[in-house]
């Protein structure tokens, strides 16, 4: 079975350019998160998806930040502009229910520099 | 609020050392705990969980126990190997709350 499936990998931008990073959960996964993870830390939690509504987006910073999941599969998670502290590991990760016991899988993620 | 705290990194030991990671939580009530491993280069994988209080999760060696008493969920290995040299990340979930990270434990193994 194919894991979560990011793209790109690496992306490196200038300041203010816009950055747009994919992901395709795991088949049958209902729920997907994108999380931020800076150097040395643990992920954070930038938004869940539950199908296709976004039920947690208290912590995405939504002046720069946005994210879509159409028909409730693919999602796209977009920084426009993007700024030095934007930095980071995006990861991008599914499950097949929302609550404490279902096991979240996580992709490669995508490692963002910004100069 | 839900907190993880874990021992501080790098943690170096010798190939065939007995491995200790310790993590302790806070949470309103008792959450899920797990434990996942990031290898070089790779995302975050599931090592084990446990789910209730007593609950030992277990895989490729490496053990933890749910012990709400002392709100830890320590993991342990008898033996490493090279090939364990990544870093450790503890977790709770609690309800419909998000899963919320320790910061990560860096080991090394050297043969």
């Known amino acids: 079975e194919a894991g979560v499936v990011q793209s790109p990998r690496y992306k490196i931008i200038e300041k203010k350019q816009p950055v747009a990073f994919w992901c395709n959960p795991i088949s049958g996964h209902n729920t997907l998160y994108w999380y931020r993870q800076n150097l040395g830390q643990g992920p954070e939690l930038l938004i869940r998806?539950?199908?296709?509504?976004?039920?947690?987006d208290s912590q995405l910073p939504k002046d720069r930040f946005s994210a879509e999941r159409l028909k409730g599969v693919d999602s796209t998670l977009k920084i426009q502009p993007a700024e030095l502290g934007d930095s980071a590991v995006y990861l991008c990760?599914?499950?097949f229910g929302g609550g404490s016991t279902d096991t979240q899988y996580f992709g490669p993620g995508t490692r963002l520099t910004v100069l | 609020g839900n907190s993880v705290t874990q021992m501080e990194g790098p943690v170096t030991l010798s190939e065939e050392a007995f491995l200790t990671i310790n993590c302790t939580y806070t949470?309103?009530?008792?959450?899920?705990l797990f434990w996942y491993v990031q290898y070089p280069g790779e995302g975050l994988q599931l090592l084990l969980k446990?789910?209730?209080?007593?609950d030992k999760g277990s895989n490729k060696g490496f053990e933890a126990t749910y012990r709400k008493e002392t709100t830890s969920f320590h993991l342990e290995k008898g033996s490493v190997q090279v090939s364990d040299s990544a870093v450790y990340f503890c977790a709770l979930h609690f309800g419909n709350e998000k899963l919320t990270f320790g910061t990560g434990t860096r080991l090394t193994i050297i043969p």
């Open positions: 990760a599914s499950s």
């Open positions: 998806y539950e199908n296709e509504e976004a039920v947690d």
């Open positions: 949470a309103t009530g008792y959450p899920s």
């Open positions: 446990a789910t209730k209080a007593d």
